[in-house]
């Protein structure tokens, strides 16, 4: 049985579909002929760059310009360096600077793995709901071009992790992201993965999203599963970059530290493609999403898989 609802209505040139995942009440629409308008055309991904005098992120400025933990120390994994937010906006709010260059043609499992553990190593101490994020480029929502990740920690989950953890208790399992699984395994919108299980949400918050149900729950399980998510993430973001979309946004969410591991929802990754740095500074978010928060977005999900030649 379907764990969402689909209404499809026929306009001049296309069909829109509206979409509303049962569980949470989320939905969406989805327009496949708005992305014919070329809105996100032309762009070229970013180059490599190994400095930029501008950037406080740089490696040559990193420990002068940021500051340190109540210790006065870096957290350091690999090349990535973690430090407190200047301008937090969580309880806990943390910084991880991904690569020592200011900016990489592409991204390694290994940075991404170590930007993770830097980041995840962070959050442990706090009593609260984690979660790590990371707006790529500046048109996905990042002030400094410098790849860098955001862990967060509150006494109270964020909105979209709320809803599915209100799911869990509501499913007999404790656990919503089984039932998923068990309906998305081998379907049109399954992607890839064993170990963490891709998919494209049926019910999109964004464009091209993919979701990742982890083997884990609470975020101090996840130091045996970054180098696997590591490998994971940069495979998305080669998809992406082979559908020619290159900002993105990513989440990370987890039970609430110090949770019983055996119960409760699985922890879970969503990533978005977003559109294109480009002169207009045209954005893909507007009344929609941020006023009516239901997305419009241009794919279908039960495309991506094919779109991505897998």
């Known amino acids: ?9 026929r306009v001049p040139g296309s069909v829109i579909s509206y979409r509303i995942e049962f569980a949470t009440g989320i939905s969406s629409r989805i327009s496949p002929f708005r992305g014919t308008r070329g809105i996100n055309a032309g762009a070229t991904p970013p180059l490599h760059h190994d400095d930029d005098p501008a950037c406080p992120f740089c490696r040559s400025r990193i420990f002068s310009s940021t500051r340190g933990f109540s210790d006065g120390t870096w957290i350091e994994s690999g090349e990535s360096v973690t430090f407190p937010n200047l301008y937090p906006f969580a309880d806990r709010h943390t910084v991880t600077v991904i690569t020592e260059a200011h900016m990489v043609e592409s991204f390694s499992p290994r940075q991404l793995s170590d930007a993770l553990i830097g980041s995840a190593t962070s959050l442990l101490d706090h009593p609260g709901y984690p979660s790590i994020h990371w707006n790529f480029l500046p048109s996905a929502g990042a002030s400094l071009l410098h790849p860098h990740l955001q862990g967060m920690a509150d006494t109270r989950p964020v909105c979209l992790c709320a809803d599915y953890l209100l799911a869990s208790a509501q499913t ?24 963490i299980f891709w998919y494209a949400n049926p019910v999109p918050i964004g464009e091209c999203e993919i979701r990742g149900i982890l083997p884990i729950k609470t975020l101090g399980d996840i130091f045996t599963l970054t180098d696997t998510l590591g490998r994971d993430i940069r495979r998305i973001i080669d998809i992406y970059r082979s559908f020619g979309l290159y900002a993105f946004n990513m989440g990370i969410f987890f039970q609430k530290n110090g949770h019983f591991a055996s119960d409760g929802m699985r922890a879970f990754c969503t990533m978005i493609a977003r559109i294109n740095p480009n002169p207009q500074s045209i954005s893909d978010s507007a009344f929609m999403e941020r006023i009516c928060r239901e997305p419009v977005v241009m794919t279908l999900p039960e495309d991506i898989r094919t779109m991505a030649g897998l």
């Open 172 to 195: 007999a399992s404790g656990d919503y992201w089984e039932c998923v699984r068990e309906e998305e395994e081998d379907g049109p919108r399954h992607l890839f993965g064993d170990e």
């Open 1 to 9: 049985m379907s764990f969402f609802s689909t209404t499809e209505i």
